[in-house]
């Protein structure tokens, strides 16, 4: 049975994403991104399941950087799950006892309206995950009056739902991957992602535009684009793409083969299915078969038995 690391402790969304990937599998909560990609690292667990991206505010940064270095790890399936954020308590705290507040920093930063309206002098504090927050408000003599997480976290841990669906937009949707050890990639479905991570080899004007043209003139759309400081220095960063196709796909691959040819420094994060099951239809000139015709027709250019 397989082991799955994930952003703990019971009750977090990734631990309803992760049941969504895997209802089977055996559950390791760790303490924070950094640990679950550890424990696939190292083999204590299989693979691990941990939050990359979000409908409102973006990449979850940690994610992105710790794919970016260390041992290198392949996203093996992705999952968009729908967040609905509530206000957690413990029994007998009403809205005015609410000095402080405990949650994770993509909850803050999805529920400003609420807190902003609501529990304008709330000093909010960043805690390693809802559930954790939840975990924490629920401790008698806890120095936090109130968390936000979802609604199966304040069960869990015995606390009381003071307000629901307290999220600025109510159709937010978070984007999980499973991460494994480098291994088989999962076969093309014809609705594929590929995830991977390109440092510049030498900065000048026109580097990044230069990648992407290896994307764009083979008709590869990118569905994210992020860029992070390499930690040398203001000015110095490095680029994270999802492109829509699988490597197996000539116009993926050769998407591929221009970056590394651009940029010794290329990272492959994974093909994987598409949550969305969103099967693009290549641009002309793009599909596999057109590829392996061109390929074809300058073999028999170089032959010279034209
Ligand atoms: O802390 C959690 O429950 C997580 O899974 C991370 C997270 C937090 C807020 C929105 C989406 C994911």
Redesign the pocket.
Known sequence: MQKLA??GPE???????LRILAPDAERMPCANVTAALEAARGGEATAAVV?LE?SV?GA?TVTLDELAWGQPLLITAEVL?P?E?SLLVRPGTGMPHIKRLF?????IT?CRGFLARELPDTVVIA???????ALEVSMPGSPYDAAI??AI?GEHYGLVELASRIGDRDD?V?R?VKVAPPGALPEPTGADRTSLVAFLEDDHPGALLEMLSEFAVRGVNLTRIESRPTGDGIGRYFFHFDAEGHVADARVGEALSGLHRLSADVRFLGSYPRADHLAPEPKKGTANAEFAEAAEWLTWLRSGRL
Do not use: D, K, M, W
């Open positions: 994930y952003l009750g977090t969304f990734c631990e309803a994403a939050p979000n505010e979850i799950l967040v954020f949650t994770h920093p993509a909850a999805q805690a390693p995950s809802t559930a954790a927050a997480g979802p976290a937010t978070t999980f």
